[in-house]
């Protein structure tokens, strides 16, 4: 079994920062990729950011490219998302999702990954 704890959401102005953090841990975490989604209110959840644990390719969606940065801590077992330039279309519940067994499997899909966090809330204000 997989545990993904998120933390460090919250509210902020726009033009702000704030950094999302995902600790993993089980027996059963494997380090394929690690992957954040998004879903605000009556839409449905989209990606916003991976990484590879091999190599730490990345990948973003277009949306938050050059606004966001996700990073890993390979000691911890930990996955960032530094999000910068916040902006009022960034607020949504944001989700930590662990890749499964199958590596390489692309990323910006909801179903190459087998565990999900609880979720952390963003609120950008205008």
């Known amino acids: 079994q997989v545990r993904l704890v998120e933390s460090g959401g919250g509210l902020v102005q726009a033009g702000g920062s704030l950094r999302l953090s995902c600790a993993a841990s089980?027996?059963?975490?494997?380090?394929?990729?690690m992957g954040w989604f998004r879903q605000a209110p009556g839409k449905g959840r989209e990606f916003v950011a991976g990484?590879?644990?091999?190599?730490?390719?990345?990948d973003y969606a277009d949306s938050v490219k050059g606004r966001f940065a996700i990073s890993r801590d390979d000691a911890s077992n930990t996955v960032y998302l530094q999000m910068n330039d916040l902006k009022p279309e960034d607020t949504a519940t944001y989700y930590c999702?662990?890749?499964?067994?199958?590596?390489?499997?692309?990323?910006?899909?909801?179903?190459?990954?087998?565990?999900w966090g609880q979720g952390t809330q963003v609120t950008v204000s205008s």
């Open positions: 990484i590879r644990w091999s190599g730490g390719i990345t």
């Open positions: 089980g027996h059963m975490f494997i380090k394929t990729h």
């Open positions: 999702a662990g890749g499964g067994s199958i590596p390489y499997s692309p990323m910006r899909l909801q179903g190459s990954y087998d565990s």
